[in-house]
């Protein structure tokens, strides 16, 4: 993506630039110059909350940026880190980045969910019988809708473009995609939508037992007519993505479906209380660079942390909780000598 961009409210200085998101050693965005136009940011930090482009895909706003490389020769160069790429739209500010609705579609959701449109009675047909006529008919399934909670509707929804037509017809076909909708009783700020964004995919995580990644994001303003696209880094995303079947996951949407609202509320509602054990589960699912040893402990913390909160809400002290687990140990081994047991308890 390339065009002029611009600094928004510090400098009002305009340097010409690129912005790869897959670029994260130097920074997703190259500038040709700089913001300041001097040395000044050698010795400081130069972090502009928003900066405003104007790229070959329309109108771009960068938020969080921070400075993290200059280079100096015939043509000045510099390179930021970047929290979030908008593009559609210039917001002025942070406060001013505000959705209504969110429109998400993530790897495997189409496998999780598995509802076609496509009669699959008439592509067997088709296979049966001599290749004289080919028919095939799609209906976009119904869309499923779920209250989140007071101020937020979740539903699932199902897109497809009609065939293209040329003067020379080789080929027509139809692509479904499934997205999750978020939509919510007044607009939200960014941070707030991340937030509700991040239990979803932690909810898809546990059902399809692998990490899923946001390959579309697009949210909705009331005053702007196109949809804004949002882009952000996603540590470890792999290049390539493997969809998951359905026969591997924990569980499907058809196993949860009569009660989907039910299991995203328990969920939602939960993440206040279970907070650590959704951080210490979630960040093995998401780190594959973690030592062995690491992810063990990680996983003991979890089972622990579960343990306390759900199991024993009594909140038993640590020196009687130590004891019974000296006892069931003792008991297991099925050693008798009181005065092991005893040793072993002090």
């Known amino acids: 993506m390339q065009g002029p961009v611009v ?38 930090s130069f972090a502009p909350e928003i900066v405003l482009g104007e790229a070959d895909q329309g ?39 505000r959705f209504e609705k969110l429109f998400v579609r993530y790897s495997s959701l189409d496998e999780w969910i598995n509802r076609s449109g496509f009669d699959r009675k008439v592509l067997v047909e088709n296979v049966r019988a001599p290749l004289e006529r080919l028919n095939v008919v799609y209906e976009f399934p119904s869309s499923v809708e779920a209250a989140l909670s007071a ?125 650590t054990v959704y951080e210490l589960y979630f960040d093995l699912a998401y780190n594959p660079h973690m030592y062995v040893d690491d992810r063990f402990l990680n996983m003991c913390r979890a089972l622990e942390a579960y343990h306390k909160a759900v199991i024993n809400s009594q909140r038993i002290n640590l020196r009687v909780r130590l004891i019974e687990i000296v006892d069931i140990c003792w008991n297991v081994l099925a050693l008798s000598s009181q005065t092991k047991i005893h040793s072993c308890k002090q």
């Open 7 to 44: 600094a928004s409210r510090k400098t009002r200085r305009a340097c010409l630039g690129n912005i790869d998101l897959r670029s994260t050693r130097r920074g997703p965005l190259e500038l040709i110059g700089s913001f300041t136009g001097s040395l000044a940011t050698l010795t400081g």
């Open 151 to 275: 101020d937020c509707e979740v539903s699932l929804r199902f897109q497809a473009n009609p065939p293209t037509l040329t003067h020379v017809q080789k080929e027509a076909y139809i692509v479904q995609q499934n997205y999750v909708r978020l939509a919510f009783a007044s607009e939200r700020g960014l941070r707030d939508c991340y937030e509700t964004l991040f239990h979803l995919r932690n909810f898809l995580t546990l059902a399809i037992l692998t990490p899923i990644y946001a390959l579309e994001l697009r949210g909705h303003v009331g005053d702007v007519e196109q949809p804004i696209t949002i882009s952000f880094e996603q540590r470890y995303m792999p290049e390539e993505l493997e969809p998951v079947l359905p026969f591997k996951m924990l569980f499907t949407f058809d196993d949860i479906a009569a009660k989907f609202e039910l299991f995203l509320k328990n969920w939602y509602s939960k993440r206040v209380s279970l907070k």
């Open 59 to 97: 109108l771009v706003t960068l938020r969080d940026c921070i400075q993290t490389q200059f280079t100096m020769g015939s043509a000045n160069s510099s390179n930021f880190k970047l929290r979030n790429v908008l593009r559609g739209h210039h917001f002025s500010s942070e406060s001013h980045i």
